[in-house]
């Protein structure tokens, strides 16, 4: 267990929806990125938040955003799916002082 | 834009082989490589190289950092069942955290 929390572990929905997933880090990590793994493109980097900041973004849609709360925990939403949004949601943590990070169990989406 | 390669894609041994899975990337300003195992579902940390530590072992896992030649290799000695897995390469640049994975290399070990 790495100490990482993603609800909900599953999430079917249809085309066109919004879904928000939501992640707690391990205790003492002020660092939560996510992440997006589809059987084509393996993971891809989505967006990073420091401290309730944002710091750094990478592929992500205009359609998805996040945000990290004063509690650290985070939330990515997503809105206006499409068949291809679908994929395994990852969020992970770190400390901030070093790029290991420690992942969760994932959010498997499924748009129909 | 940065990159990172693995090879093989697939890889099916028999129980007590050696394997070595390949990694080679492409990143501005190096900061780190680092290995992952995912099995089910979360990637689980296994090692992180970087300038100044260029082989990690631990138990049966070895890996070495090639800085020069851009790549890095991960050895499992005397494979078991429960080393059936994709293994994901990562790496990281100047200025930021966030890791760039390759696709990994799913190996399955046969009894």
């Known amino acids: 267990d790495s100490g990482v929390t993603q609800t909900p572990k599953h999430l079917i929905t249809a085309t066109g929806q919004r879904v928000t997933l939501r992640c707690s880090p391990r205790?003492?990590?002020?660092?939560v990125y996510w992440y997006q793994q589809s059987l084509d493109q393996g993971l891809q980097f989505l967006i990073q938040?420091?401290?309730?900041?944002?710091?750094a973004k990478g592929n992500i849609l205009e359609r998805f955003s996040a945000q990290q709360f004063p509690d650290l925990h985070s939330e990515l939403n997503l809105s206006s799916l499409e068949l291809g949004d679908s994929a395994l949601y990852f969020c992970?943590?770190?400390?901030?002082?070093?790029?290991?990070?420690?992942f969760g169990s994932g959010t498997q989406l499924s748009v129909l | 834009e940065d990159k990172v390669v693995q090879s093989p894609l697939s890889l099916v041994v028999h129980e007590g082989d050696t394997v070595t899975l390949n990694c080679s990337y492409e990143?501005?300003?190096?900061?780190?490589l680092l290995w992952y195992k995912q099995e089910k579902k979360a990637p689980t940390f296994l090692f992180m190289l970087?300038?100044?530590?260029i082989e990690k072992k631990s138990g049966r896992l070895s890996s070495i950092l090639d800085k020069k030649e851009l790549f890095s290799i991960l050895n499992i000695t005397a494979t078991q069942t429960g080393d059936s897995a994709v293994y994901l390469c990562?790496?990281?640049?100047?200025?930021?955290?966030?890791?760039?994975f390759g696709k990994g290399t799913k190996l399955s070990v046969i009894p």
């Open positions: 938040y420091y401290n309730g900041e944002e710091r």
């Open positions: 990143v501005t300003n190096f900061r780190s």
């Open positions: 970087t300038s100044s530590g």
């Open positions: 992970a943590s770190s400390s901030g002082r070093d790029e290991k990070l420690f």
């Open positions: 990562a790496v990281s640049g100047a200025g930021s955290y966030q890791l760039t």
């Open positions: 205790s003492g990590d002020l660092s």
